[in-house]
């Protein structure tokens, strides 16, 4: 019996051509996997694509929910930016589509999977170092990292093997999308300077220029109503990518530093991961501790980073995890958030868990704040300070 080999498979130019390709040069069947995390497309054209190209067999996993659950939420209960600024849109999505292949082979008897990275890229690392950590004995295929075919070659070779594909030679961007944004790498933008075509942009064109508001209600650290109306959190978020992009809110224009040492030009849409990230941390403000606030912030860091990496399935991602889970006990309430063209802002906060104390914070009034106890915490404060500038010579 041929060997089987289970291919991550979008419908796009690359994947279609790896069909194909691996059967020819493995003679290894190929059942092709393709995942919805929300990136939108026809799944019934896609697996006619598979089928076409000759996959023997075509698994299609609705992943929405389970990617919203499990991999985004936890993200977003970090607060997790890469580099300050990247929502790892396309780093989160490859655990779950890691899951979904690793299973299907399972289900399939396969020894192989497959993906359809090249070498320059995070993503193979993620593929990879993800595969290897829930199952160890697949072999891995990366057909595009060893066939050597430019664009052109590849639509060739699709053309040469009747193998049905929508690219064709103009649009020269790469995207990659789901549930929790968009990403375009390629053509102009690989010059840093050049400002991005305004074509690339999809989720976030300006249709709106009045003023609105929104209130986001959250329950232990997870969106679970707008304006009042709950609704499950893959729900929260395609509303709010509609509403939030209806601003021109969630573009990110951005130099990254990828994983395999290359420094990389690249464009992100992100309305509702930058929104809720936004709304998030601000009822965090009110609810965290000071000391637990300032470690979470610097957790985020390294759980944005381990995510970038790859290391997903890692024993530090899911430590750091499970403390960012144990922080949210009380990160609870609602966030008021006004809308204007390219802008949303907090305009109100408010948690019956808040730590803010109107009588502490006041300068209105008289109260059992002792005033004179400042005094003396003050003095002893600088007392270091105080003796080091005196050593010194200073006065
Ligand atoms: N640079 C981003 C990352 O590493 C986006 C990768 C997008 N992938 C793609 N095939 N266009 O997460």
Not at 284 to 305: F, N, Q, V, Y
Request: aromatic residues 10%; charged residues 25%.
């Amino acid at each position: 019996m041929a060997k089987r080999v289970v291919l991550a498979y979008s419908g796009g130019l690359d994947t279609s051509v790896a069909v194909k390709w691996i059967s020819e040069n493995y003679g290894y069947e190929v059942i092709a996997m393709a995942m919805d995390v929300g990136q939108g497309g026809d799944f019934e054209v896609i697996r006619h694509r598979a089928i076409a190209a000759g996959a023997v067999a075509v698994e299609v996993i609705d992943a929405r929910a389970d990617f919203a659950e499990n991999f985004v939420l936890p993200t977003l209960h970090a607060n997790a930016l890469y580099e300050g600024k990247y929502p790892l849109v396309s780093s989160l999505s490859r655990p779950v589509i890691v899951k979904g292949l690793v299973e299907t082979a399972k289900k399939y008897d396969a020894e192989a999977v497959a993906h359809g990275c090249t070498g320059k890229g995070n993503d193979q690392v993620r593929f990879e170092v993800g595969i290897r950590a829930l199952n160890p004995n697949l072999e891995i295929i990366a057909p595009v990292r060893s066939w050597g075919f430019s664009r052109a070659d590849s639509i060739d070779y699709a053309q040469a093997h009747s193998i049905p594909i929508a690219a064709s030679k103009e649009k020269p961007y790469s995207i990659d999308q789901n549930l929790w944004g968009r990403a375009v790498e390629c053509g102009e933008m690989e010059d840093p300077w050049a400002e991005p075509p305004h074509d690339v942009y999809e989720m976030t064109i300006p249709t709106r220029q009045d003023r609105s508001e929104i209130t986001i209600t959250f329950n232990e650290g997870k969106p679970v109503a707008l304006d009042g109306i709950a609704m499950p959190f893959v729900e929260v978020i395609d509303k709010l990518n509609v509403l939030f992009g209806s601003y021109g809110y969630g573009r990110i224009d951005m130099v990254e530093n990828r994983r395999v040492g290359i420094k990389s030009r690249e464009v992100y849409e992100a309305p509702a991961a930058l929104g809720l990230i936004l709304a998030h941390s601000e009822l965090e403000d009110l609810t965290l501790e000071r000391d637990l606030a300032h470690e979470k912030a610097k957790l985020s860091h390294r759980i944005a980073e381990l995510i970038y990496d790859g290391l997903w399935f890692s024993p530090l991602r899911e430590g750091l995890s499970e403390f960012m889970s144990y922080s949210q006990r009380y990160v609870t309430g609602d966030v008021r958030l006004a809308l204007e063209p390219n802008r949303v802002y907090v305009v109100g906060r408010r948690s019956s868990y808040s730590l803010y104390d109107y009588e502490l914070a006041t300068y209105e009034k008289e109260d059992q704040f002792r005033h004179s106890d400042a005094e003396g915490f003050v003095r002893i404060w600088g007392l270091g300070v105080e003796t080091w500038s005196k050593r010194q010579g200073r006065k």
